[in-house]
């Protein structure tokens, strides 16, 4: 513990006065330097012999303090150095020749439990996921009783779900035509009928087979798009004002469209006016998405799988107004009014 050190400061002493003593009867007998200082309201007279004492004494209180000074650090400085060699000795004691308190032997012996204890505790997770995994298929899932009715998804691709677009300015709909016909590639009817076979309409197209077995597609050509296909129109109708979108629904292994009745699209004016919307078209004319296309195997063995779709025609919208429009899938076992989730079984989007 630091010792607090004392403070002496020498007096300070006012400016000094000589005086002479005069005798009565002789001049100058004797002149004795002095000095005054006053004490109080007194004064008090000191020579000059006792300033030189008091200034010795200050001198070596000065010295006194110095050498108390240098004392405190070098014991503060053998402190730290005394800590740093109790860490050094912590981590190796040469002497004993431990780390961290413990021998080698006893190193050992816990990296051995270790070893073990972890060895074996990654054996039984091991152990648990092979069992686990021998009771899914990869193929079709195990358990589809919270599977949700499918969603469905739109195209030409936009952000906000707002198609706005000037006819006389292709800047602004250029990208939905780029959109759709990158999205149409697969569609080709090349493609299709190299890839795809060519299955009758109206009936389930199921295969028996091991459910590892390679399943078959059925031909979902773009040519079935007519006027949306973009092969009569590259622009899809949108330097005429007349947009063309696509709906299709989500992939769900397994569905079935309930009772054998094909899911349909409908649209309609979500609000205002129902004549802001006065003619749509759908392709395929059915405005459904057939049976012959369900039900989807998956992708490891459905792997030429196309999923169907049906194009929505606006020829006569409304102009230079927007138009909130609303599509839904209709179809037993549909769920198309789930508030929290507008892409289960709907669509909505506005188009100006």
Request: hydrophobic share 35%; proline share 6%.
């Amino acid at each position: 513990m630091r010792r607090q050190l004392r403070s002496r400061r020498a007096p300070a002493l006012p400016y000094g006065y000589r005086y002479r003593l005069v005798s009565p009867g002789k001049q100058n007998i004797f002149a004795v330097p002095l000095e005054w200082e006053p004490l109080g309201e007194d004064y008090s007279f000191r020579s000059q012999d006792d300033q030189d004492e008091v200034n010795q004494n200050y001198l070596a209180d000065e010295e006194e303090e110095a050498e108390e000074e240098a004392r405190v650090m070098v014991e503060t400085d053998s402190a730290w150095w005394r800590k740093l060699q109790i860490v050094n000795e912590y981590l190796w004691d040469p002497e004993k020749r431990t780390s961290l308190a413990r021998t080698g032997q006893s190193w050992s012996l816990i990296l051995v439990i270790y070893f073990f204890f972890y060895a074996s505790l990654a054996a039984v997770i091991t152990l648990c996921m092979y069992t686990l995994f021998l009771t899914i298929s990869p193929y079709m899932p195990t358990f589809t009783e919270r599977v949700k009715p499918p969603g469905v998804m739109i195209r030409p691709f936009a952000h906000s779900l707002n198609f706005n677009f000037n006819v006389s300015e292709p800047d602004t709909w250029q990208h939905y035509v780029i959109s759709l016909n990158g999205f149409l590639q697969g569609y080709n009817d090349s493609l299709q009928e190299e890839m795809n076979v060519d299955c009758p309409p109206g009936q389930y197209f199921i295969q028996d087979g091991d459910e590892d077995e390679d399943k078959k597609a059925c031909q979902f050509k773009r040519s079935f798009l007519k006027n949306c296909s973009g092969l009569e129109d590259p622009t899809f109708g949108y330097s005429t004002g007349q947009p063309c979108i696509l709906l299709k629904m989500n992939r769900i292994v397994g569905f079935r469209p309930e009772r054998g009745d094909p899911v349909k699209v409908s649209c309609k004016v979500q609000r205002g006016d129902e004549n802001d919307i006065r003619s749509i078209n759908y392709y395929p004319e059915s405005a459904s998405f057939d049976l012959r296309y369900y039900p989807y195997y998956g992708k490891l063995t459905h792997v030429n799988y196309t999923s169907p779709l049906v194009a929505m025609h606006f020829t006569d919208v409304v102009k230079n107004q927007a138009v909130p429009v609303q599509c839904q899938l209709k179809g037993k076992g549909i769920i198309n009014d789930v508030i929290n989730d507008r892409f289960v079984g709907e669509e909505r989007d506005e188009k100006l």
